[in-house]
């Protein structure tokens, strides 16, 4: 075999091309000691309580990343023709989250939940459109994630707001008049909603919007605190995208990698994206796109790693064991909410589901939701999720889980119960926090317009 030379001169700029290379001479300790102290300044699930409101940080079992790493699975390549292992782990979890939702059927394509959205939104707009018929808005109550009215603009929809009533629910009057619009889709929401709350007239709402000519999508973000107990589907929603790398433990974070599943009922089952994994007399077999298919969005079977790791929290756990994650998490939520709301005003007094809000309103000193977010890092915890959900001014949203103990909850009360008493006697400790954090207290408007990437 010839082996043809070339002359880097010719192919690289000049500016990057060295003489010499200075790399340092470095006993290995001094590296070690580096990357230990690096790794040190981060945080995670598995250095403390992770309690941000709607991302579900909930810790991540070994035994998943165990299973995942097995050649069977980690070493496979999805062209290669022995793979019937994979092939059935993809059906067999396409069947678990649709007894979990109430689905009909699934794909496991989209990589993250927005990406699941702007499936499900596709669908919606390819269904109509196979009728003939054209709709270009749709319903997103005020107290949704904000990545469904950007998903919906990304579909081509414009956005109809409904603004919650006193509940924290969608007004029925509301919804009614808007769905009165001939051109009006469908709607977008979850439940419960971004401020932990159970929408009690769902199967009204839903009604109100098929009777309408309308299709429901049920954004899955909030899924944990009705595990086991309701389903979707059985709401009366139509399209559903789940967040493996929430509901189902699988990391996320830092960029990825998420997984974003969507189910459909029966009727919408030819619109979902291809290929998809069905089974007939000879086994499971790949079915390609059809006419009515909005077509491939994501190379192959989406992240499959991450299918794996979920695969094997929900067999570990069973159907007992994944309505006992509902349980708890509802009763970690309401544990947290009913010690904290003496010191810290709590905009909805009802029994909340997963996660709650408080706000910044009546405490002392001028002490806002920032400074307390700020002072908890000294702490040593993550701070919640902060100004948001937007219908709440000053909002700090609590979301604990149900991997954490009684012990880890209450240290988390201790922390905010000092940090108020701070703000009476202390307040400019709160100010100008954090004190014990690597980097101190950011311009956040400043960062996020002009932030800096490199040193």
Not at 94 to 120: R, Y
Not at 294 to 302: D, E, N, P, Q
Not at 383 to 396: D, E, K, M, N, S
Request: glycine letters at 10%.
């Amino acid at each position: 075999m010839d082996i043809e030379v070339v002359d880097l001169n010719e192919i690289l700029p000049k500016s990057l091309i060295r003489e010499k290379i200075p790399i340092p001479n470095i006993p290995e300790i001094e590296i070690i000691r580096h990357f230990v102290k690096l790794s040190q300044h981060n945080y995670g699930v598995d250095t403390g309580i992770y309690p941000l409101g709607s991302c579900t940080m909930k810790y991540n079992p070994k035994i998943n990343e165990v299973v995942e790493r097995l050649k069977g699975f980690s070493q496979v390549h999805p062209l290669q023709e022995e793979n019937h292992g994979s092939i059935e782990l993809l059906y067999g979890i396409s069947k678990l989250l649709g007894e979990i939702t109430g689905m009909d059927g699934f794909s496991l394509q989209p990589a993250a939940g927005a990406h699941g959205e702007l499936a499900g939104l596709l669908i919606i707009k390819k269904f109509f459109e196979s009728k003939g018929i054209q709709k270009h808005k749709i319903i997103v109550p005020d107290s949704a994630h904000g990545t469904n009215p950007a998903s919906a603009k990304m579909a081509g929809f414009s956005i109809i707001e409904l603004k919650s009533n006193k509940f924290g629910e969608v007004p029925l009057d509301h919804l009614e008049y808007a769905m009165a619009d001939g051109d009006v889709a469908g709607i977008m929401l979850t439940n419960p909603n971004t401020l932990g709350i159970f929408d009690r007239q769902i199967k009204k709402i839903t009604k109100i919007v098929h009777e309408n000519g309308g299709l429901c999508y049920y954004d899955g973000a909030n899924l944990n605190p009705i595990l086991g107990i309701c389903r979707p589907g059985d709401m009366g929603f139509d399209i559903v995208h789940l967040n493996l790398h929430k509901t189902f433990s699988t990391p996320h974070g830092g960029g990825g990698p998420g997984s974003g599943p969507l189910g459909v009922i029966d009727e919408l089952v030819p619109y979902l994206p291809g290929p998809c994994i069905i089974s007939t007399e000879n086994g499971l077999a790949c079915q390609e796109n059809n006419d009515n298919s909005i077509g491939r969005i994501k190379a192959f079977w989406g992240n499959f790693g991450i299918i794996v790791r979920a695969y094997a929290y929900i067999l570990a756990l069973g159907a007992e064991g994944l309505k006992r994650v509902g349980q708890i998490s509802v009763l970690n939520a309401n544990y947290l909410r009913v010690l904290l709301k003496d010191n810290y005003f709590l905009p909805y007094k009802r029994t909340c589901q997963h996660e709650f809000v408080i706000t910044d309103r009546n405490l002392p000193n001028n002490i806002t939701t920032e400074d307390v977010a700020k002072r908890m890092l000294d702490y040593g915890i993550y701070a919640p999720t902060v100004y948001f959900p937007l219908v709440v001014q000053g909002a700090l949203m609590i979301e604990p889980t149900e991997t954490e103990s009684k012990a880890s909850l209450d240290h988390f009360i201790e922390v905010m119960d000092k940090i108020y008493y701070e703000a009476e006697s202390d307040p400019n400790t709160l100010k100008t926090s954090p004190h014990n954090t690597p980097i101190k207290r950011l311009d956040a408007v400043l960062a996020a317009r002009k932030p800096v990437l490199h040193d």
